[in-house]
């Protein structure tokens, strides 16, 4: 199917020509957007050919591999083509709002070019068949990811933030790349199909040791998911997305809605089979999503900066996708609810950021004290802000409502079988993680909608938002400051962000072929009344103008906006990494290579002194005692005879 090797490759050819012509603006921007308008359009193609049917799409393969077999196949079904009009929806909202946002960054072609190279990474895991393909396009996402976080490179703190997330990934990544080999190995195959049919059922002539009952296979699933944390950003991995708000609010945009942190997502819904089979890495995955939504959410509330709360939100719901994919309902329904999240979470969390980064223009910044009050009376664009953060937090009829309920009917119908448990202890998480979200979503609104209150109050506000701009003048950030404020924004970028806010009021009629609509009345009708309730109770503690967050101690909020130390950590790790590094270096050269190093020095003095010794003239001494040891020599052997 041609449609297929093209999803994957427009995208990269479109990276390869935006380089090119990086010295043309206009028509690298044309490229880029061509090309993702063409991998949405395919996308909806694949959709359309693929109903009901699983269609395996040769590449340049297969490699001769001996006893591996590497047939390096991409796939093409439903659950593929509809990732993969998610990808082209936001990839092809990013170009488009990229050309206003950005249209006096000199760098502009590149970051195009780097879009489209990311959306083909992720094109290609999506479209993936094989685990080979599947880990070419993972690492394509974590470099350029590295890239576009660190795009405004003349800013340090830019620069530091691109190279977290790499380490933190990379590092991540080892895991990962560890599960594949295994369940490669235990199956002598890397086709996607094969390694399934082989420890789901073991079939094939491997050893005990790659089977389904044997402890590979749960070393295999367990690494699989330290590369997934990585990835994804989940505990203990996640700090390293909060920082790459750092890259311009575009990239945030699709690192956060349809590529990098929704990989990992995917590619456990296409390994559920073999997690279905495991308790034991459904158990540690269940923790970590169970963990990471609760921890994220609540560090969201506390964040001063709009840009930094949407990044912990993204962390808390990506866990919420991946906690469909602990239960072992078969034969689709935990797959369907995390991918059905995961399309849903695409549409809206895209929409937020493209339309703060639409507001930010306007303010200035994207701290709250830059943006307070900003976002009233702004029409279309203060609406549109408010049916993502309303998706966010799951009202109803958006298509984050029902998404959401997915994942919560699955835990439900999970109580009473053989995860009845681990489901009991993730639909209270859910529950939890319900009120959190509703609680930031609206400190959000409130205070991007009202005016801070009068007073002294007032004027606190007024000059922390003039450090804070100060600050951000300084650091050179990458937002349109006071040189650009108020500049118009394109018919395309606004209609980009009203086509965003479309789909999330009607996205539910898109579920229907990824998930169905499945909604628990008991869990929908308590989750709705969490939210009314959290909305009423935040909206009192905000009477009279005042941050909610206010009612919490400075104290704890301002460790809770600096992620209570953990890049600390991250930093203490770092540098005890470097100091072994260098110890080990030290001994090897000054321990281990001493002897090797002090016998040659001892050879060469011994060398030395017999060259000497047989260039120089002989004394008479020295020649009198050798010819007295040949003679007790010569004696010696005469008187024995």
């Known amino acids: 199917m041609a449609t297929v090797q093209l999803t994957v490759l427009l995208p990269a050819i479109a990276a390869l020509l935006g380089l090119l012509l990086r010295g043309t603006r206009a028509l690298a921007g044309l490229v880029g957007t061509a090309a993702a308008l063409a991998v949405l359009a395919l996308g909806v193609v694949q959709f359309w050919l693929t109903a009901g049917t699983s269609v395996s799409v040769p590449t340049f393969g297969p490699l001769a591999t001996g006893e591996l077999a590497m047939p390096l196949d991409l796939l093409a079904d439903r659950t593929s083509a509809v990732i993969a009009v998610a990808v082209g929806i936001v990839g092809l909202a990013v170009q488009v709002f990229s050309i206003w ?242 399309f849903s979470h695409a549409i809206f969390k895209s929409l937020l950021f493209l339309a703060i980064g639409w507001l930010s223009v306007l303010g200035g910044g994207t701290a709250f004290v830059a943006l307070r009050g900003r976002a009233r009376g702004r029409g279309a664009l203060e609406w549109s802000i408010g049916i993502g953060l309303a998706a966010l937090a799951g009202v109803p009829p958006l298509v984050g409502f029902f998404s959401k309920e997915g994942v919560l009917a699955v835990a439900e119908d999970s109580l009473g079988g053989r995860d009845g448990g681990l489901a009991l202890f993730l639909l209270v998480a859910l529950l939890l993680t319900i009120v959190l979200t509703a609680a930031y979503c609206t400190r959000a609104w409130l205070l991007l909608t009202t005016e801070q209150a009068g007073g002294l109050a007032a004027a606190e506000s007024a000059e ?83 941050d909610p967050l206010e009612r919490v101690p400075a104290r704890l909020t301002a460790r809770a906006e600096n992620g209570f130390g953990v890049d600390a950590v991250y930093v203490a790790v770092g540098r005890a990494v470097v100091a072994t590094a260098r110890l080990v270096v030290r001994l090897d050269r000054d321990v281990v290579d001493a002897y090797p190093r002090g016998l040659v020095v001892l050879t060469r003095a011994g060398g030395r002194a017999g060259e000497r010794a047989h260039r120089g003239a002989p004394s008479t001494g020295l020649l009198a005692v050798v010819a007295g040891v040949v003679a007790v020599a010569v004696a010696g052997v005469t008187v024995w005879r």
């Open 464 to 546: 922390g938002q003039a450090e804070s701009l100060e600050e951000a003048a300084l650091a050179g950030d990458d937002l349109p400051t006071s040189a650009h404020e108020g500049r118009p924004i394109t018919v395309g970028a606004a209609v980009t962000v009203f086509a965003l806010a479309v789909l999330t009021v009607f996205g539910a009629l898109l579920l229907v072929p990824i998930e169905g609509i499945r909604v628990g009345v008991v869990v929908a009708a308590l989750s709705v009344l969490l939210v009314a309730g959290v909305f009423v109770g935040i909206r009192a503690l905000a009477d009279g103008g005042r």
């Open 101 to 342: 946002y950005l249209r006096d960054d000199p760098r502009y072609a590149v970051f195009s070019a780097t879009v489209s190279l990311f959306v083909g990474g992720m094109l290609l895991v999506v479209q993936s068949s094989d685990l080979v393909l599947t880990l070419v396009g993972w690492e394509v996402m974590g470099w350029c990811s590295y890239l576009l976080i660190g795009h405004t490179n003349a800013r340090e703190s830019a620069r530091r933030a691109a190279y977290k997330a790499l380490l933190v990934t990379r590092v991540a990544d080892i895991g990962f790349v560890l599960g594949l080999v295994i369940l490669a190995a235990g199956a002598r195959s890397t086709d996607l199909t094969a390694v399934i049919s082989h420890w789901g059922g073991f079939t094939g002539q491997a050893t005990a040791l790659f089977t389904s009952t044997s402890p590979a296979l749960t070393a295999a699933l367990v690494l699989l998911l330290i590369g997934v944390a990585g990835k994804s950003g989940l505990v203990p991995f996640h700090d390293w997305l909060p920082d790459a708000m750092e890259g311009p609010t575009p990239a945030s945009a699709l690192i956060h809605a349809a590529t990098m942190v929704a990989a990992g997502t995917y590619v456990v819904a296409r390994l559920h089979p073999l997690y279905a089979i495991d308790d034991t890495s459904r158990t540690v995955l269940g923790v970590l999503a169970a963990v990471t939504m609760l921890w994220a959410g609540a560090l969201a509330f506390a964040q001063s900066d709009v840009k930094r709360l949407l990044a912990y939100s993204t962390l808390s719901q990506v866990a919420i996708m991946i906690s469909a994919l602990v239960f072992s309902i078969q034969p689709r329904q935990a797959p369907d609810a995390a991918l059905g999240h995961l």
